[in-house]
């Protein structure tokens, strides 16, 4: 059974210091694998997919890492503005098991200006 | 991408009574999902919708507890039955995508007193 797991669960830094959250996965047969951010009271926005045959993905400040053979993956986030602060989520997709979604149980961001 | 409606956005419920969420996508997606957040939690996958089939449950989840409906490629519908204080959560619709993306509705904050 897949198992995912966000370190740390929270984390507190100033404004304008570099972000760097943790995902870790126990089944390397992941299909791809997707970073969320929920903003409180809130659904769930994609911010990253990165297929499994790919090493990384970048969208402006946000960058995100693949080792699927490590079973990890890293969210850097540069520069964290205040507007950055939110629970990002990391969640594998295996499609042998109907494209479902396993997620992370996340991180807490706090951007302190 | 997806947009992806859901009604009710918050409610309030007796214990004992039931309540419907409709998930409306813009576009025909192959596959939509239903998930279950519990306060400071992460996401569980409910179950698979299924057009024109019943939907698959994850272990834990039963159709009794949780009918869904899926009459088309853009509608779905997803019964909390006999709700208890234990069945306050955000629900959330989610839909599979092109390129396997996986996108959310905004979610359904049931609160059961």
């Known amino acids: 059974k897949q198992e995912v797991t966000q370190i740390p669960a929270a984390l507190s830094v100033p404004e304008g210091e570099n972000l760097v959250l943790n995902c870790s996965f126990t089944?390397?047969?992941?299909?791809?694998l997707q970073w969320f951010r929920q903003d409180p009271g809130k659904g769930l926005t994609s911010l990253l997919l990165i297929q499994s045959s790919q090493r990384e993905q970048t969208s402006g400040r946000l960058n995100a890492s693949l080792d699927k053979s490590s079973g990890r993956s890293t969210l850097y986030i540069a520069a964290s503005q205040p507007g950055d602060s939110a629970t990002y989520l990391c969640?594998?997709?295996?499609?042998?098991?109907?494209?479902?979604?396993?997620f992370g149980g996340g991180t807490r961001v706090l951007v302190k200006p | 991408s997806a947009v992806i409606s859901q009604k009710p956005s918050r409610d309030i419920c007796q214990r004992g009574t039931s309540l419907t969420i409709q998930c409306q996508v813009d576009?025909?997606?192959?596959?939509m999902f239903w998930y279950r957040q519990q306060p400071g939690q992460s996401l569980t996958l409910i179950a698979t919708?299924?057009?024109?089939?019943?939907?698959?449950?994850e272990s834990g989840f039963v159709i009794d507890k949780f009918p869904i409906s899926r009459p088309n490629l853009t509608f779905s519908t997803l019964t909390v039955s006999n709700m208890s204080p234990e069945d306050s959560s955000i629900y959330l619709c989610s839909v599979l995508s092109s390129g396997n993306t996986i996108y959310f509705g905004e979610g359904s904050w049931l609160t059961v007193v």
């Open positions: 919708a299924n057009q024109g089939s019943e939907a698959t449950y």
């Open positions: 969640a594998v997709m295996i499609k042998a098991a109907g494209n479902k979604l396993t």
């Open positions: 089944d390397s047969a992941i299909y791809n």
């Open positions: 576009s025909q997606v192959t596959m």
